[in-house]
T-cell receptor, first 114, second 115 residues
Framework: AQSVTQLDSQVPVFEEAPVELRCNYS??????LFWYVQYPNQGLQLLLK??????LVKGINGFEAEFNKSQTSFHLRKPSVHISDTAEYFC????????????FGKGTRLHILP | EADIYQTPRYLVIGTGKKITLECSQT?????MYWYQQDPGMELHLIHY???????EKGDLSSESTVSRIRTEHFPLTLESARPSHTSQYLC??????????????FGEGSRLTVL
């Protein structure tokens, strides 16, 4: 069975500082990996995804993530955050052979401090 | 921008009432999903559908039911709401093939409060 661990429930960071949101997964099969963002009172939207190929994936709003198979990690990074990045971020994984079942982590709330 | 819509966005009702949460998508996606989201918790899959007349229960047991009579429509019904059903319900859809395969498109959610 697959699982996703987001170790940090909340991450405070000053505006214009870099940020990393951590995600580790466990799976016995090859996987697809995703990061979704949820702004207040809205649904989730896709930030970026890893399906295959380059392990460094670039997404929207200046975010990027790196797939590390040996460490089973898919950490999300941004070099300089903005107040508008305040949101909840969810890491997710799906079985490459059965992509209809996507498992989500508990989310990390990003607080941008002025 | 995703074309998936949920109504109502907010609903406050009394115990014992029957409610239906509507979800419609205009992207022609075969797969649709309902997730339940509570604060500080991961999203839990409660129902999904591979296409018309297909419905399956998800990983989290739910007293709700769903139907899929049309491709674009995937309503969720609670026959008798209870306070334990208070939660946010998120509808999503995904494509079977193409560049966006495997990616979920979410509606804005329906926040249900049962008194």
């Amino acid at each position: 069975a697959q699982s996703v661990t987001q170790l940090d429930s909340q991450v405070p960071v000053f505006e214009e500082a870099p940020v990393e949101l951590r995600c580790n997964y466990s799976s016995s099969v090859s996987v697809y990996l995703f990061w979704y963002v949820q702004y207040p009172n809205q649904g989730l939207q896709l930030l970026l995804k890893y399906l295959s190929g380059s392990t460094l994936v670039k997404g929207i709003n200046g975010f990027e993530a790196e797939f590390n198979k040996s460490q089973t990690s898919f950490h999300l990074r941004k070099p300089s955050v903005h107040i508008s990045d305040t949101a909840e971020y969810f890491c997710a994984v799906s079985d490459m052979n059965r992509d209809d079942k996507i498992i989500f982590g508990k989310g990390t709330r990003l607080h941008i401090l002025p | 921008e995703a074309d998936i819509y949920q109504t109502p966005r907010y609903l406050v009702i009394g115990t014992g009432k029957k409610i239906t949460l509507e979800c419609s998508q205009t992207m022609g996606h075969d797969k649709m999903y309902w997730y339940q989201q509570d604060p500080g918790m991961e999203l839990h899959l409660i129902h999904y559908s591979y296409g018309v007349n297909s419905t399956e229960k998800g990983d989290l047991s739910s007293e709700s039911t769903v139907s899929r009579i049309r491709t674009e429509h995937f309503p969720l019904t609670l026959e008798s709401a209870r306070p334990s059903h208070t939660s946010q319900y998120l509808c999503a859809s995904s494509a079977t093939s193409g560049r966006a395969a495997g990616e979920l498109f979410f509606g804005e959610g329906s926040r249900l409060t049962v008194l």
